[in-house]
């Protein structure tokens, strides 16, 4: 296979051509197309007028023009469906060919020119984004460079997850994300609904869950370390989506390409439920409360883990299976796609040890150990699921009680979970934390507001989905998950999303051969004032020093590099402020002795452009092997 890659050697300001994700074949041609008030949107069949339309409302604000579809081959912007489908590009696959007479989008399938769509606003100025009148700067005018783009993605499955159990996202929230990632040719939106610290979704037949169980106490600061509420304390935070809510925006996520994956989180990170209705548990504590955001587990370091407080369904009462029942017969007549994702990650089996119950159902079903409990309760969750003719999805925890051949695993404590589903002939979504964990600090942990791990944008475009030895076709994608324990609001949400997703959009879209980091990175800073016009905001790390030491008799050396490429790092040891006239960093240095402060800054043509970093001697000696 041909793989054409003719991007200019010039800077990525230079280049008309700065496509995230990197599409399979572009070819630069010579001249380009403009678009003016005059010009015309035309498309061939009705499939084809959903996408038309959105192009037209997607020119028309920032352009000021009136752009109106017809159908019709006389068209400055054509969208075709082939008559004769092009068994090359798929079913999202797409050809673009623009050049000064006009623009011609063809593909098999809708979503084919809907993709399409989205490279050609790439291709037009970056004030296409902008949410009012503009004006592209530089006087070239609406136009798009000539190009011929042959393309179509490597997986089926390119998904965002959403955590909006702990904090809650309004409607209007969750149509902007899946807007944002729809640009990106991502097309699975995973919305994880339910959890220890709210019921986001109605469930008609069971009242409580959102009346109770979509409410906590108000609190402030870190997840994690907030105070229990109190008793009398009102549930005043939160919220749910109504079912109607629900039906609006899959619409709103088909209309672009998207599906959405539910997922109830179960048998653990089941508090919210058990608020709502305590006798679903071992202990049946009336006292349970949704929880607010307090300390309520030990993590041993070592992956193990105790609950100081039931967040678990009882796997041995029939109640709770008609309680799964009702849940899962409601979210299934929602949401069309296959799959229900139903969680099983970070069960903790302390409750089910200890109870009677459960005692008698291993002896009857002659288990020894408690963890295979969870084998037995998510086969009978995916018996449910079955007759609702879905699919069970989980967490790759669920490997570990058995599953049936037709159930699909998400790896995320690294690529072995998948591996080992794969391996055993189940379909796989990896997202490992390794790579694709998007609630993580992104760059230096001193600067960021602190979380357990971080994971820098260019490691996600290194991930690599398919693990050397494995059968690619168990691999069906993969997906970012951002959990939002520290993620209060939307704005932060895109904080936190990008630009990672933008590299893990290329890793899911783009073919492996492709992919280079350095152009990816001039293709992202473009991308970066893409995001200034639509008022989208992003996370500035790659533009930190990275700062790393090692530590051998005694004596500690400092390492720095810069994520982006062609960057100055200068640092100061004598408690002075750093700048460009600073010593510039240029090999590993041994440190001296004493308690030195490290401040280090980098820039860019003589310009400052990260953040200062600062680091005393201890925070280096911790630093030491990393």
């Known amino acids: 296979m041909l793989f054409v890659l003719t991007l200019s050697a010039v800077t990525a300001q230079n280049n008309p051509v700065q496509l995230i994700p990197q599409p399979v074949e572009v070819q630069t041609l010579s001249g380009s197309f403009a678009l003016t008030k005059v010009s015309t949107i035309g498309y061939n069949k009705a499939e084809a007028r959903p996408v038309a339309d959105m192009l037209a409302q997607k020119l028309n604000t920032p352009t000021g023009f009136s752009l109106q579809p017809k159908e019709g081959k006389a068209a400055s912007v054509f969208l075709s469906l082939n ?19 006009g623009v011609v989008i063809a593909a098999n399938q809708p979503a ?28 070239g005018g609406w136009s798009v460079p000539a190009v011929k783009i042959t393309d179509y993605p490597r997986f089926g499955w390119r998904g965002i997850m959403l955590d909006v159990s702990r904090n809650f996202f309004t409607k209007e929230d969750v149509k ?5 990632m729809a640009r990106l040719k991502y097309n699975t939106f995973h919305w994880h609904l339910t959890d220890d610290n709210g019921w986001r979704i109605e469930i008609k037949s069971l009242p409580k869950l959102t009346e109770v169980g979509a409410w906590r106490v108000p609190r402030a600061g870190h997840f994690g370390a907030r105070a229990e509420p109190k008793s009398g304390e009102k549930a005043t935070v939160g919220g749910f989506y109504t079912q109607d809510d629900i039906r609006e925006i899959i619409k709103y996520a088909q209309e672009r390409n998207v599906t959405i994956v539910p997922e109830i989180d179960v048998p653990g990170h089941s508090m919210a439920a058990i608020a709502a209705y305590p006798e679903l548990s071992c202990t049946k504590n009336p006292e349970t409360k949704v929880n607010p955001g307090t300390g309520f587990s030990e993590w041993y370091g070592n992956g193990t883990f105790k609950m100081l407080i039931e967040n678990t369904l009882n796997p041995s009462d029939e109640k709770v299976y008609e ?21 099983g990650d970070e069960c903790y089996k302390g409750y089910w040890k200890e109870d009677p119950g459960c005692q008698a159902l291993m002896k009857k079903l002659n288990i020894r150990h408690v963890e295979d409990l969870q084998g037995y309760f998510m086969g009978r969750v995916e018996k449910i699921l079955q007759a609702k003719g879905k699919k069970l999805l989980g967490w790759d925890e669920i490997l570990e009680g058995g599953i049936s051949p037709n159930a699909t695993v998400m790896s995320w404590r690294g690529i072995s979970g998948g591996i080992e589903a794969a391996h055993l002939g189940h379909d796989v979504v990896m997202t490992p934390t390794t790579f694709a964990y998007l609630d993580y600090n992104q760059g230096d942990p001193t600067v960021d507001p602190p979380i357990y791990a971080y994971l820098r944008t260019k490691k996600s475009y290194s991930f690599e989905p398919v693990p050397e030895g494995v059968d690619a076709k168990y691999i069906l994608g ?11 609001t939307l704005r932060y949400a895109e904080y936190m999303t990008y630009p990672r997703s933008w590299a893990l959009a290329e890793v899911y879209w783009s073919p492996k051969e492709v992919k280079n980091w350095e152009k990816f990175a001039q293709r992202m800073e473009t991308h970066f004032e893409r995001a200034d016009v639509a008022g989208v905001n992003y996370a500035k790390a790659v533009y930190d020093a990275i700062v790393r030491t090692t530590l051998k008799d005694g004596k500690l050396t400092l390492i720095m590099e810069s994520e982006v490429p062609g960057l100055d790092i200068f640092y ?6 750093p700048d460009s006239h600073s010593t510039r ?42």
């Open 83 to 101: 008559a004769t489908p092009n068994s090359r590009i798929g079913k999202e696959g797409y050809t673009l060919e623009a050049g000064p007479k």
């Open 112 to 139: 084919g020119l809907f993709y399409g769509m989205q490279t050609l606003l790439q291709l037009l100025p970056k004030e296409i984004e902008s949410k009012a009148s503009a004006s592209p700067s530089g006087g």
């Open 176 to 180: 902007t994300y899946i807007d944002q």
């Open 323 to 343: 309680f799964l029942d009702k849940v899962l017969t409601e979210v299934a007549a929602l949401f069309p796609n296959p799959y229900i994702h139903v969680g």
């Open 478 to 488: 993969g997906q970012g998950n951002l959990w939002t324990e520290q993620i209060p």
């Open 572 to 577: 100061s040891i004598d408690d002075t402020m």
């Open 585 to 626: 960093y240029s090999q590993p240095l041994e440190l001296p002795e004493g308690p030195i402060t490290l401040r280090v800054v980098t820039y860019r043509n003589g310009k400052a452009i990260g953040h200062l970093i600062t680091l005393k001697r201890d925070q280096l000696e911790e630093r030491a092997g990393d």
